[in-house]
């Protein structure tokens, strides 16, 4: 650990990106590295009535990362068992509830993510979290063919319909709650630049800037009170439904079938080679920030740095886009790259090069230029 800080003594970070970047977006990063340009911070020199639709707006993306993707045939089934009473204000109750969870997670965990930002990533590298979370998902999924039934009621037998009812909604705001944990492998960088820029509002005297936070989880939240809505005002019950169930179920064990292969995969030691030395590349790329900084030197190119984790959704789905297009990997073959494993953000080398690196999160982009 103490070799790699001393070996980026030697050199300065021109530019950073984190999370999942569009083509254009990148080769604007690399652009804006090699010219030195200064990277303009996602709010600056915008009012705060522009910052809130932008942070709602991009709360509203979120439910498009690799990390809520899969848990959305979970939340639908969620949502459309919940809409017995065949009402559409009831069903919008429960998307809202549903939502109300998500949105009180972001606003809480927030403030927390920013003090500890590998959180997120330490939960998500433990093989144990993975597993836990695919075996709930088995159940859930195995509910959909009614191999057992989910009924918290009978536990309760003088339980009133009321009171079903409010277990129902609890159920929903309990696993919109789930929903937002689980994406915080993926959101984590943008929740911290929302809390840092709000942070820095809130320095400045601007005390509505903490609610920013809670207004990214509004965003992420708002399609559900809508889905709710539409799911419990269906056409009348008949054998469709047992396949639209089914249908769900076989969403429901695949995402388990999922967690459960990055659980194994984590827990028969996939990732033990986190942060080793290679003296060559493979497929151009280093495993190493030693080796790259020491073929840098041989080359006198810059240096790419790719901080990735194997339970980085986000990861994957770069190298099978942006990091696979061309233009991008003919714009890298200027620089020496190099993938460095940060499987656990809270261990050490990976902790102490993310702080050198300002990073918040998986997967970061550093390109580094000597200062010699």
């Given at each position: 650990?103490?070799?790699?800080?001393?070996?980026?003594?030697?050199?300065?970070?021109?530019?950073?990106?984190?999370?999942?970047?569009?083509?254009?977006?990148?080769?604007?990063?690399?652009?804006?590295?090699?010219?030195?340009?200064?990277?303009?911070?996602?709010f600056e020199g915008r009012g705060m009535l522009s910052v809130l639709a932008i942070?709602?707006?991009?709360?509203?993306?979120?439910?498009?990362?690799?990390?809520?993707?899969?848990?959305?045939?979970?939340?639908?089934?969620?949502?459309?068992?919940?809409?017995?009473?065949?009402?559409?204000?009831?069903?919008?109750?429960?998307?809202?509830?549903?939502?109300?969870?998500?949105?009180?997670?972001?606003?809480?965990?927030?403030?927390?993510?920013?003090?500890?930002?590998?959180?997120?990533?330490?939960?998500?590298?433990?093989?144990?979290?993975?597993?836990?979370?695919?075996?709930?998902?088995?159940?859930l999924g195995l509910a959909m063919f009614d191999v057992f039934a989910i009924d918290?009621?009978?536990?309760?037998?003088?339980?009133?319909?009321?009171?079903?009812?409010?277990?129902?909604?609890?159920?929903?705001?309990?696993?919109?709650?789930?929903?937002?944990?689980?994406?915080?492998?993926?959101?984590?960088?943008?929740?911290?630049?929302?809390?840092?820029?709000?942070?820095?509002?809130?320095?400045?005297?601007?005390?509505?800037?903490?609610?920013?936070?809670?207004?990214?989880?509004?965003?992420?939240?708002?399609?559900?009170?809508?889905?709710?809505?539409?799911?419990?005002?269906?056409p009348k019950p008949g054998a469709w439904m047992v396949r639209v169930k089914q249908?769900?179920?076989?969403?429901?064990?695949?995402?388990?079938?999922?967690?459960?292969?990055?659980?194994?995969?984590?827990?028969?030691?996939?990732?033990?080679?986190?942060?080793?030395?290679?003296?060559?590349?493979?497929?151009?790329?280093?495993?190493?920030?030693?080796?790259?900084?020491?073929?840098?030197?041989?080359?006198?190119?810059?240096?790419?740095?790719?901080?990735?984790?194997?339970?980085?959704?986000?990861?994957?789905?770069?190298?099978?886009?942006?990091?696979?297009?061309?233009?991008?990997?003919?714009?890298?073959?200027?620089?020496?790259?190099?993938?460095?494993?940060?499987?656990?953000?809270?261990?050490?080398?990976?902790?102490?090069?993310?702080?050198?690196?300002?990073?918040?999160?998986?997967?970061?982009?550093?390109?580094?230029?000597?200062?010699?």
């Amino acid at each position: 650990m103490t070799d790699i800080l001393a070996l980026l003594d030697g050199y300065q970070v021109a530019g950073s990106a984190a999370g999942y970047v569009g083509t254009d977006e990148f080769l604007a990063f690399l652009n804006a590295a090699e010219s030195g340009a200064a990277q303009a911070g996602w709010f600056e020199g915008r009012g705060m009535l522009s910052v809130l639709a932008i942070v709602f707006a991009g709360g509203l993306a979120l439910n498009l990362t690799p990390c809520v993707l899969p848990m959305i045939p979970i939340n639908l089934a969620i949502l459309g068992a919940g809409g017995q009473a065949r009402s559409r204000l009831r069903g919008f109750l429960l998307g809202s509830t549903y939502g109300s969870g998500m949105a009180l997670a972001y606003g809480l965990i927030g403030a927390a993510v920013i003090v500890t930002a590998g959180t997120f990533g330490a939960i998500n590298a433990s093989p144990w979290f993975n597993l836990a979370i695919a075996a709930v998902f088995v159940v859930l999924g195995l509910a959909m063919f009614d191999v057992f039934a989910i009924d918290f009621s009978r536990f309760l037998p003088a339980m009133d319909a009321a009171s079903q009812r409010r277990g129902t909604l609890a159920m929903a705001f309990g696993m919109g709650t789930i929903a937002a944990v689980l994406a915080g492998a993926c959101v984590a960088p943008v929740v911290i630049q929302v809390v840092l820029f709000s942070s820095e509002r809130y320095t400045a005297g601007t005390e509505a800037a903490l609610a920013l936070p809670f207004v990214l989880g509004l965003g992420m939240a708002a399609p559900w009170p809508l889905a709710g809505a539409s799911l419990s005002v269906l056409p009348k019950p008949g054998a469709w439904m047992v396949r639209v169930k089914q249908a769900f179920g076989v969403l429901i064990l695949g995402t388990a079938v999922y967690y459960g292969y990055l659980g194994y995969g984590l827990m028969t030691g996939s990732s033990s080679n986190q942060g080793t030395a290679a003296a060559g590349a493979a497929d151009g790329w280093y495993p190493s920030i030693e080796a790259g900084l020491a073929a840098a030197e041989r080359e006198g190119k810059p240096v790419f740095v790719d901080l990735w984790a194997t339970w980085c959704k986000n990861c994957v789905v770069m190298d099978n886009t942006t990091l696979a297009d061309p233009a991008v990997t003919s714009r890298l073959d200027d620089y020496v790259k190099v993938k460095f494993q940060s499987e656990d953000p809270s261990e050490s080398p990976v902790q102490e090069v993310m702080e050198r690196f300002g990073a918040v999160g998986l997967p970061t982009y550093v390109v580094l230029h000597s200062t010699e």
